[in-house]
């Protein structure tokens, strides 16, 4: 079964800093795809980042940009430059290349210290 | 184009009462997705639909059960609630057979008290 983790709960970081959320999976699957959704407090989920898995180059999206270690099945969110609209819910998600079921993890709460 | 709708937003039930909750997908938009968001348990898949047609279900009671229209449009009914349903309903749609991402709703929250 594909699990999808998020270790750290609670993340902070202040104003212009750069931070990075974890996030690890378990698939035997070798084509995947995985997000990084964010869901501010106003609760509506945006999508961030996407990441195909056969694809060795790591994705970014202006200031975000991820660490995508398919062997280690280890998918970090980098946010550089960060401000105080980053603050939010950030989930990890996987998909596979077949089906539409999305896993997600629990998710990371990031505080944004002005 | 208008985004994913949800209604109602807000909704209180009781104990053994069963609701309806609704959602719009994007125009064009064939797959219907259900998640139950409670915290501490993230995002819960529920079901998914396509062409009216449910494709994949998650792990949950037959108290959950779900339709989707013609035009797209899902309902998600749940029967017989529970204190424990409450929580934020999460509808998600996107293109068709092999989408990429989905778009996600602003969620009902329900409260069964």
């Known amino acids: 079964a594909q699990t999808v983790t998020q270790s750290q709960p609670e993340m902070s970081v202040q104003e212009a800093e750069t931070v990075t959320l974890s996030c690890t999976y378990d698939t035997s699957e070798s084509d995947y795809y995985l997000f990084w959704y964010k869901q501010p407090p106003s609760r509506q989920m945006i999508l961030v980042i996407r990441q195909e898995a056969y694809k060795q180059q790591n994705a970014t999206e202006n200031r975000f940009s991820v660490n995508f270690q398919k062997a280690a099945k280890s998918f970090s969110l980098k946010i550089s430059d960060s401000q105080l609209g980053d603050a939010a819910m950030y989930f990890c998600?996987?998909?596979?290349?077949?089906?539409?079921?999305?896993?997600f993890g629990t998710g990371t709460s990031l505080t944004v210290i002005p | 184009k208008a985004g994913v709708t949800q209604t109602p937003r807000y909704l209180i039930k009781t104990r053994g009462q069963q609701v309806t909750l609704s959602c719009s997908p994007i125009s064009g938009h064939r797959s219907v997705s259900w998640y139950q968001q409670t915290p501490g348990q993230g995002l819960q898949f529920l079901f998914e639909?396509?062409?009216?047609?449910?494709?994949n279900k998650g792990n949950f009671p037959g108290r959950f059960s779900g339709r989707q229209f013609s035009n797209s449009r899902s309902e998600m009914n749940v029967s017989t609630l529970e204190l424990g349903d409450s929580a934020l309903y999460l509808c998600a749609s996107s293109v068709g057979d092999k989408p990429y991402e989905q778009y996600f709703g602003p969620g009902t929250r329900l409260t069964v008290t």
């Open positions: 998600a996987y998909r596979m290349n077949t089906g539409n079921q999305f896993y």
């Open positions: 639909y396509f062409s009216e047609t449910q494709r």
